[in-house]
């Protein structure tokens, strides 16, 4: 039984520390407040969205995280499942990615897909666009992920971890107090904050903000989850819907700015004739953990007890349980 500290309780500090409590380790956490920062208020799609866009090392450990949130459905009873509200849905791909998404899911055939010469409307009525080709990928698990990170934490108090409320400094220095012997294990998984924990000047780690709107509509506009172009809309039940989402390179900005607005209505009234009835708008924001590359899950080159799990960028949420998987094959 080894001695685990993981810093950040985000889903990836989390659902690294479920799987080392799981193996019978002791774990402290620690957060400094804004538990799930970017994982609170992602979208919540199991499935990678551009997975062109990203190298090899990435694109399989989202295929992973697809296989192993179908493990994680199956495990699940049907009120845990509504507890995060886990379902499964058909992703329909319009607009500018499809040939994109055609070619990548023609080399990764693990998913079914059918790319589908018809109009739109065959499968979902509402959408008034001229859409007259479009890709439906199947059976992708879809869940809100401020109610996984609040299921995590239930799953690790009942275990007897809880999360201490405190913010982590300098892991250069802390390696040189005593209290750091108290621990077999470092692991930090602190997002897009990562860089001030970590000063090695060759990590690149910065946040790119994300935006997205909650809205209410009259009817059910939608029963698959869709692309379209660079924006998505997910369905969350009782006619709540979360569409998404902007990318921006504006390091901690908080504030919710015009101009997604702006752009979530013109998708909508692109969409939808009914665009005045969306009632309900909400908006919420996240600073995804970027870094140029696949994430650091991997052990420190200078010290052996630091281990490393950030930088998940687009797709924490996906990829939490093989990057859990990773680390827990570090500790001995
Ligand atoms: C709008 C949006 C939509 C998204 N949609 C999806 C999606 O559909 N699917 C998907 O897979 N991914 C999605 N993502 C990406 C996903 O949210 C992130 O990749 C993931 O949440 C990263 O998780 P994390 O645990 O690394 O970071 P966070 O959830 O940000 O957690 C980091 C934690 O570390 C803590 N921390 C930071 N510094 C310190 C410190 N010094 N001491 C102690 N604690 C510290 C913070 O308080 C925070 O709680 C989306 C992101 C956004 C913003």
Redesign the pocket.
């Known amino acids: 039984m080894a001695k685990c500290l993981v ?7 989390l659902t690294t520390a479920l799987k080392l409590v799981e193996k019978n380790h002791n774990v402290t956490i ?17 499935f990678p969205l551009s997975p062109w866009n990203d190298n090899s090392k990435m694109q399989d450990l989202c295929l992973s995280g697809h296989n192993e949130y179908n493990k994680f459905f199956n495990k699940l009873s049907e009120s845990e499942r509504n507890e995060i509200n886990l379902k499964k849905s058909n992703l329909l791909v319009i607009g500018s990615n499809v040939d994109a998404s055609k070619k990548w899911l023609l080399d990764n055939k693990q998913v079914k897909s059918e790319f589908k010469k018809s109009k739109i409307q065959s499968v979902e009525r509402t959408i008034n666009n001229s859409v007259n080709e479009f890709i439906l990928i199947k059976g992708i698990n879809i869940l809100e ?1 401020k109610k996984l990170v609040n299921f995590y934490k239930k799953k690790l108090e009942e275990n007897g971890t809880c999360i201490t409320n ?4 300098n892991i250069d220095e802390f390696l040189h107090k005593s209290d750091n012997f108290k621990y077999d294990y470092i692991i930090i ?5 990562t860089s ?2 970590i000063k090695d000047k060759s990590i690149k780690i910065k946040p790119i ?4 709107m909650t809205f209410k509509a009259k009817d059910n506009l939608l029963s698959n989850t869709l692309m379209f172009d660079d924006y998505y809309i997910i369905p969350r039940g009782n006619n709540n819907f979360l569409v ?2 902007t990318l921006e390179d504006v390091g901690f900005d908080d504030k919710t700015t015009e101009e997604a607005k702006t752009v979530f209505n013109k998708t909508l009234s692109k969409l939808f004739t009914n665009h005045n009835t969306f009632y309900d708008k909400k908006y919420f ?5 970027y870094v140029d590359r696949e994430p650091y899950i991997c052990k420190d080159n200078r010290h052996e007890r630091l281990i490393y799990n ?1 930088g ?8 939490a349980i093989p990057s859990a998987k990773i680390v827990e094959k570090m500790i001995l």
């Open positions: 810093i950040g309780a985000g889903i990836v500090g620690y957060d400094c407040n804004k538990i799930g920062q970017a994982s609170n208020n992602a979208g919540g799609i199991m992920p405190k913010e982590f400094g998984s602190s997002g897009a904050w001030n924990i903000k994300g935006q997205t998404g989402s924001f996240g600073f995804r953990p950030f998940h960028y687009r797709y924490g949420i996906l990829t």
